[in-house]
């Protein structure tokens, strides 16, 4: 059976508006979670398109770091149930899906928790996808060592329509 959009269920089309291809402009600290203030900046592509009937989408990310090109992607599912989604990464350079992050939109910010490792330590991670536009959109990941008390926004992206 394939879903329409008129058949969704409420918020599984929150992420419609990330369907095409997008040129990328990323900004990404240096050193996370010590302090850095030094951010690099780097460009790259991706494609996003529908999966599921309209319950999921994925997307194709070409990242053009200053040391080499690497791909990567997501896979984005929205859960009518729990009414949320979970947002899993696939980076080709280490390929497995890593720990989920979940959340909702609202007032057009959507905000995506979940639990992770980073340098041999427990974190919190944070994604806001905010500034939503028919031709431009702001991705923002950030991590917690301290449980969620404070965040440091370590990776940007902006996003333009191709």
């Known amino acids: 059976m394939t879903s329409t959009a008129q058949s969704l269920p409420n918020g599984a089309s929150d992420f419609d508006f990330l369907h095409g ?3 990328v402009s990323h900004q990404r600290l240096a050193q996370r979670l010590k302090g850095s203030n030094d951010w690099v900046r780097f460009g ?30 997501t896979v984005r599912m929205f859960n009518p149930t729990q009414a949320r989604w979970s947002i899993y990464w696939i980076d080709a350079r280490d390929p497995k899906l890593d720990q989920p992050v979940h959340g909702v939109f609202s007032n057009g910010v959507g905000t995506f928790y979940g639990e992770d490792v980073f340098a041999g330590r427990p974190i919190r991670i944070r994604f806001l996808w905010s500034h ?3 031709r431009s959109a702001r991705w923002e990941q950030a991590f917690s060592a301290d449980g969620g008390a404070t965040w440091e926004p370590n990776w940007i992206m902006e996003f333009a329509r191709v």
């Open 132 to 134: 939503i536009q028919a």
């Open 21 to 23: 291809s997008w040129r």
């Open 44 to 73: 790259g592509t991706m494609s996003a398109k529908p999966i599921l009937g309209g319950l999921g989408n994925f997307d194709e990310n070409v990242i053009e770091l200053p040391q080499g090109t690497y791909e990567a992607c």
